[in-house]
């Protein structure tokens, strides 16, 4: 991969005043993220920056086209930056990955058709040095993502939300530190994503690991998130990362409550800045 | 309900869905007898000669008179078609797996295979049985030529069809290339592969026979000659369903393994 361009910048430049880096699992420090070059080339990422603290669950919202699938690649190691620094638990994206330090969930379950549930559960464990024996944690977690008993189905034989929460599971075998999400519910229903929003905020509350999640939904930016990063187009930076004061656990009830309503509000007022 | 009376529901059950079966076979085999009828009457009531074209009950008679011929010169064109096609997608498979790992030999060799192709298989023949004389050789590498080019096609596109975001997901994973080729695109590949395999199986008997015609004095290929020339109708045509029963046979091959191997079906989008 053609190599992390880093520039050297000075500390302290995080938007929450944020400075100690052992206290970051992701942090991206004026990063520019250009695609093709000369007259083609289209400035997706412009000048962002923003601290994810270790442990929190932030949400990741904006207009289509914005630049949220890039912010999550880039950190991913999928994307190169073009300009500016991404540390990834002390490490450079490309080492993070290879220390099984984060997980991605797609849109899409991208399970492979021809295994089962729990062998696609399995795939992590036997590729890229996983070279972890099955101790029993697959099974575990396809309970955990509600679908014990259904170890042995073929992807073609589940449900798109079944799907789904395999390829949760699957996230979850290699014990990430960092969870990113692109839109994994953006493709089902609302009951169904309702109820896996639930089951993730379970599921992170358990495992306290770190999640980024992208979402087009506000209602579930707001319900997911203990912040929300605001992201504005052309070119892609940072609009807002603001903090939804809101108590754990949280209820799908509690999305009719007058507190909720105003983040909400607020929310749909910024996006319809950008 | 008790155990017994369980057990006595299996066997109606078993026999009503042997009925079935045969409800759903009886269309077929109606319209093939019907056929059979028709040819058998039609040759009656014009008196077409025997060496024009013969009745059904004539290819019968030749299938039992000539029998033996029949079987001797069977098995040396099921032993090309079979080698033919074997060498012919082993080449193939393996070009197309040299490909898809290598863009250079892809630009290089890929336009050749395309030329190769584009030569009618008529034409080679003769050549390759100057070069390799009348033996089994020239009809094997016809063959395998004939097999070649739709599987390397195939595969090609086969290995190439795993989704971006499969491939993302093998690099979120830090997979070796290796990896990928065995865990996702071998197994993407086998329904390209198939397909493939599918056309070769019968191709591979069209190969033979062509180069059988050309120069043999054995094989199914040669016995249509000979029968042609000398006005033996009956052993013509008893000729051809043999031959055509052997691409049957491996197409029907080609298709079990293929039901065996390939147990999963893509699931669409959501
Ligand atoms: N591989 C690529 N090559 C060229 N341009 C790209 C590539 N990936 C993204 N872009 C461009 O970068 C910009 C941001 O794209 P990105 O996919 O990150 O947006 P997004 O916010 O995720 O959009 P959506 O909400 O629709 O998923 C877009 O203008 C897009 O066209
Ligand atoms: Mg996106």
Redesign the interface.
């Known amino acids: 991969m053609i190599g992390q361009a880093a520039a050297v910048i000075p500390s302290g430049v995080s938007p929450d005043g944020m400075t100690s880096p052992d206290q970051a699992a992701v942090s991206v420090r004026n990063l520019d993220v250009r695609f093709g070059d000369g007259e083609n080339a289209v400035t997706a990422l412009s000048d962002v920056s923003v601290e994810i603290k270790a442990g929190s669950f932030v949400t990741m919202i904006g207009p289509s086209g914005c630049g949220k699938s890039t912010l999550l690649?880039a950190i991913?190691?999928?994307v190169p930056a073009s300009e500016g620094e991404i540390v990834v638990l002390g490490h450079t994206p490309a080492d993070a990955?290879?220390d099984?330090n984060?997980?991605?969930v797609?849109q899409?379950a991208?399970?492979?058709?021809?295994r089962s549930a729990i062998d696609n559960v399995r795939?992590?464990l036997?590729?890229?040095?996983?070279g972890t024996v099955d101790d029993g944690e697959p099974a575990r977690l396809l309970e955990v993502v509600g679908l014990a008993g259904r170890e042995n189905a073929?992807?073609?034989e589940?449900s798109?939300g079944m799907?789904q929460r395999v390829a949760i599971a699957r996230a979850l075998v290699t014990k990430p530190k960092i969870l990113l999400m692109d839109e994994p519910f953006g493709?089902?229903d609302e009951i169904t994503r309702d109820k896996l929003n639930e089951e993730l905020l379970r599921i992170w509350q358990e495992t306290g690991t770190t999640i980024v999640f992208v979402t087009h939904s506000i209602p579930e930016a707001a319900f997911l998130g203990q912040q929300v990063l605001v992201l504005a187009s052309h070119p892609g930076r940072v609009k807002e990362f603001m903090a939804v004061d809101l108590p754990y656990p949280r209820r799908l009830t509690d999305r009719d409550t007058l507190a909720f309503v105003e983040i909400s509000a607020h929310l749909r007022r910024l996006l319809e800045e950008c | 309900m008790s155990v017994v009376s369980q057990d006595s529901n299996v066997r109606p059950a078993g026999l009503f869905e042997f009925a079935e079966r045969v409800r759903y076979r009886l269309p077929v085999v109606a319209a093939v007898v019907g056929l059979l009828a028709a040819w058998q009457f039609i040759v009656w009531f014009f008196s077409i000669p025997t060496y024009m074209a013969p009745s059904p009950i004539d290819v019968v008679g030749a299938f039992r008179s000539n029998g033996w011929m029949l079987f001797s010169n069977f098995w040396p064109t099921l032993y090309e078609a079979l080698l033919g096609f074997i060498f012919g997608n082993a080449v193939a498979i393996l070009l197309a797996v040299w490909f898809v790992h290598s863009r250079l030999a892809e630009r290089a060799f890929y336009p050749i295979a395309v030329f190769i192709n584009t030569i009618p298989i008529i034409a080679v023949a003769p050549i390759l049985v100057l070069i390799f004389g009348n033996g089994l050789a020239p009809k094997i590498i016809i063959a395998a030529l004939i097999c070649f080019f739709p599987t390397l096609v195939n595969m090609v596109r086969g290995l190439k069809a795993v989704s971006p975001a499969t491939l993302d997901l093998m690099r979120i994973l830090s997979a070796s290339n290796g990896e990928v080729f065995w865990k996702v695109r071998l197994q993407s590949s086998l329904p390209f592969l198939f397909a493939a395999l599918k056309i070769a199986s019968t191709t591979c008997v069209i190969g033979a026979i062509v180069a059988e015609w050309i120069g043999s004095n054995f094989g199914l290929g040669a016995l249509i000659i000979e029968a042609t020339y000398n006005f033996r109708a009956p052993l013509l045509y008893a000729t051809v369903f043999t031959a055509a029963l052997l691409a049957v046979t491996l197409f029907s091959l080609v298709s079990f393994a293929e039901a065996r191997l390939i147990h999963w079906k893509t699931p669409d989008a959501h």
């Not at chain 1, 036997?126 to 996983?130: F, N, R, S, T």
Request: a positive charge; aromatic letters at 12%.
């Open positions: 690649r991913a190691d999928l990955r290879r099984r984060f997980s991605f797609f899409e991208t399970l492979l058709p021809w795939l992590p036997e590729v890229g040095g996983g073929l992807p073609s589940l798109g799907r493709a089902l």
